[in-house]
């Protein structure tokens, strides 16, 4: 008998951190019967994305609702105390509650984190950690060549993940880089003229979508600096590493726990971003932290190994 697997996620956007970690879970256990619910409206391409699966928009977590529909495993992501409309713990099926960042979370049979930077952030020194694992992304167009030092940022498509603070971050670094092509994947609308206008032209932009992670095998590097937001994992670093694009990232959060000075650069300052950048030029460097940045992402955050993790989180419960 199949395994009936329910997921219930806030966003219905594939582009989002959460939706696109249980689109994995959905890859990484293909037997499974599949359902997601989401607490807002599901896009089009996020529909495609999970084609086989039963998928639903609900108003809350309705315990009754879910009693009906037996699933054997409830996998909650990042879901709140008042989302919730019963007792989840009633339920006779398991419920897990994913934590991706800091929230009043439902309560439920298991709670495991992302992390263990969000793990020390809810002061659960014993608490489960369960690193995601992600996709290697198509090669839709093509790979880098080594002729062109390409830096990118790819981050989801709200003003939150593109502050106004970026824009002299970039016009100082392009200052000091005029070797360096720059491109964006989700930048909103009011952003793109001034980084246009701090990079001279020198850069290009894409529109937010599941397929432009395809950009990563592309890029020389991700390059991720975002004031005032510190990312309890960091999804798109992880994917980046996978296709052998190196990671300039804050030091900060669930970067630590994937990059270090053996497979990419963390950085607090200006200068240390200005110092990595210059290190690309470097090809035989650059292309020793690519191999090992894809080799050890290869290894921890694989959908084989996520997969893994999951069996062992449901069968020990």
């Not at 246009?196 to 020389?220: I, M, N, P, V, Y």
Request: charged share 25%; glycine share 6%; net charge neutral.
């Amino acid at each position: 008998m199949r395994l009936r697997l329910l997921q219930i996620c806030n966003v219905g956007q594939i582009v989002g951190g959460t939706a696109a970690c249980a689109w994995t879970v959905c890859r990484a256990l293909p037997e499974c019967e599949h359902h997601v619910w989401f607490l807002s409206s599901i896009d089009a391409a996020t529909r495609d994305a999970f084609a086989g699966c039963q998928l639903e928009k609900i108003a809350d977590v309705n315990v009754t609702k879910i009693t009906a529909l037996k699933p054997d495993i409830v996998f909650l992501h990042n879901t709140s105390r008042q989302k919730i409309v019963g007792d989840l713990r009633e339920c006779r099926s398991l419920s897990i509650n994913y934590l991706h960042s800091r929230i009043e979370p439902a309560e439920a049979a298991r709670r495991v984190y992302c992390s263990e930077f969000l793990r020390n952030e809810y002061a659960d020194p014993g608490g489960c950690i369960l690193y995601q694992g992600v996709p290697l992304p198509e090669k839709r167009f093509g790979e880098r060549t080594g002729e062109e030092i390409v830096v990118g940022r790819l981050c989801t498509p709200t003003i939150k993940k593109w502050p106004g603070e970026l824009v002299n971050f970039y016009r100082d670094l392009s200052s000091r880089h005029p070797e360096i092509s720059w491109e964006f994947v989700g930048a909103p609308a009011r952003i793109k003229l001034c980084l246009e206008d701090a990079l001279k032209g020198r850069c290009q932009f894409h529109e937010a979508g599941w397929e432009q992670r395809s950009q990563l095998w592309q890029w020389t590097a991700l390059l991720h600096y975002q004031p005032g937001v510190t990312e309890s994992f960091g999804r798109t670093v992880s994917e980046a590493m996978r296709c052998g694009c190196l990671p300039i990232v804050d030091r900060r959060g669930g970067f630590c726990e994937q990059v270090d000075a053996s497979n990419g650069f963390l950085c607090d300052q200006l200068d240390e971003f200005h110092v990595a950048l210059s290190k690309l030029a470097n090809s035989v460097l650059a292309n020793r932290l690519s191999e090992a940045a894809e080799l050890v992402s290869n290894q921890r955050f694989s959908v084989q190994g996520f997969r893994e993790r999951l069996l062992q989180l449901f069968s020990t419960h």
